[in-house]
Every structure is written in structure tokens, then in C-alpha cells.
């Protein structure tokens, strides 16, 4: 397991933008986002591999983007023009590991 600390998380007024952070304690692989609301199961939103290949979720695709510093062992997720259908919780993922963060809200105001 890899341990993942997310952070960048809280309320933005819709339209707005947030960008997510999640820094791993070591040297990470393809990197992912999932987000996840009450009473629904987790949902894939973006990834990025080792060389940077990059898929998104169709609704988020032009909006968001998904970087990584592989220096320093973290991923990002610049979020823009959000709206009140992207808040959830917002989870980053190692894929090799399957190793998951605790978690970061993400709230956008109508």
C-alpha cells in the first residue's frame, strides 16, 4: 500500500475553480481520481499514467485536468467551471497498489 494525502478540497460558487492535490509517501504509478456522493457508488473521473497519457470521465473532459509532478510524488486535479454536480468527495487512487486517500470534499454552490 501507498499511503495518499489528498488536499485543495472546500466550497466554490458555481462556475468556479478548485484544484486537488494528492501527494504520495513514494514513488506513485498511474495515478487516478474518483469522486463519490451519498448513496452512490464511487465514480471514475480521470487518470494519468507514468508518461502522462491522460483519459477523463466524458462529463468532466474540457474542465478538467489531471497533471502529475513526478519529482515530488504528486498528482493534481485542476477543476474548472464547476457545477453543483461535481460536489462529492473526491478520492485519488494508485493504480498498481490500489491504494486510496482518505478523501477530500468538494462542495459547488448554485
Known amino acids: 500500500q501507498v499511503q495518499l494525502v489528498e488536499s485543495g478540497g472546500g466550497w466554490v460558487p458555481g462556475g468556479g475553480s478548485l484544484t486537488l492535490s494528492c501527494a504520495g509517501q513514494?514513488?506513485?504509478?498511474?495515478m487516478a481520481w474518483y469522486r463519490q456522493v451519498p448513496g452512490k457508488q464511487r465514480e471514475f473521473v480521470a487518470l494519468i499514467s507514468r508518461d502522462g497519457n491522460t483519459k477523463y470521465q466524458g462529463s468532466v473532459r474540457g474542465r478538467f485536468t489531471i497533471a502529475r509532478n513526478e519529482a515530488n510524488n504528486i498528482v493534481y486535479l485542476q477543476m474548472n467551471d464547476l457545477q453543483p454536480e461535481d460536489t462529492a468527495v473526491y478520492y485519488c487512487?494508485?493504480?498498481?497498489?490500489?491504494?486510496w486517500g482518505q478523501g477530500t470534499q468538494v462542495t459547488v454552490g448554485t
Open positions: 513514494e514513488s506513485i504509478g498511474a
Open positions: 487512487n494508485e493504480t498498481r497498489t490500489n491504494s
